[in-house]
């Protein structure tokens, strides 16, 4: 199968990330060296210039140590040059490991590369664009998925009909809905998970 075409250089935690998705797309893939990335000045510097020159997309592991990760690379790259991607949270190890993880989810390495090719795909050099985003902080409230009682229940229903992991804020979730779908899509979302 051709490779997707991405420009954006997308950001990993680790070189078996690289590796799995340098078999899938045509595109400069960068691994942070996992927790290693919170010591190294140079790559954090690096990874700045390139979010600023040219955004970058990020894409990390769905258990705690890729949100430390997503999260410290939120503070140090400009906000709005920066693409979240979240692979969905699906129980079990990776094969060249003996043992699953703590929190016994596949990583990046271990998605399936449809899954992968899909959660790229919009992202891809000459893909059609359509009108994603307009969901607003408002609009979870009013949904019941910001606020309120059973919001965080409710987000993780959301999430995991969407494909993201179960435990996003609030504001992660905006934020990816906003990047990957349109408000009718999430308000169709919404209706399939009956809230």
């Known amino acids: 199968m051709e490779k997707l075409c991405i420009s954006r250089p997308i950001i990993v935690e680790g070189k078996y990330d690289k590796i799995k998705l340098d078999s899938l797309l045509s595109a400069h893939v960068i691994p942070t060296d996992g927790f290693a990335l919170f ?3 140079e790559k954090a510097a690096l990874l700045r210039r390139l979010a600023e020159e040219k955004g970058v997309i990020v894409l990390t592991d769905a258990d705690g140590g890729g949100k430390q990760i997503r999260a410290f690379l939120s503070e140090i790259l400009p906000k ?22 703590k929190a016994g989810l596949l990583g990046v390495e271990g998605i399936d590369a449809d899954t992968l090719r899909g959660i790229f795909a919009p992202f891809a050099d000459g893909a059609p664009q359509k009108a994603r985003g307009g969901i607003t902080k408002q609009d979870l409230y009013a949904d019941g998925l910001s606020g309120g009682t059973d919001a965080r229940k409710k987000r993780e229903a959301l999430s995991l009909a969407l494909g993201f992991p ?4 609030a504001n992660a979730l905006l934020d990816a809905c906003n990047l990957l779908y349109t408000k009718e899509e999430y308000r169709e979302a919404l209706r399939r998970i009956a809230l």
């Open 39 to 41: 010591k190294k000045k």
């Open 166 to 169: 179960p435990d996003m804020t």
């Open 80 to 101: 709005e040059k920066v693409i979240h991607l979240y692979i969905p949270a699906v129980a079990g190890k990776e094969k060249r490991k003996t043992q699953p993880g």
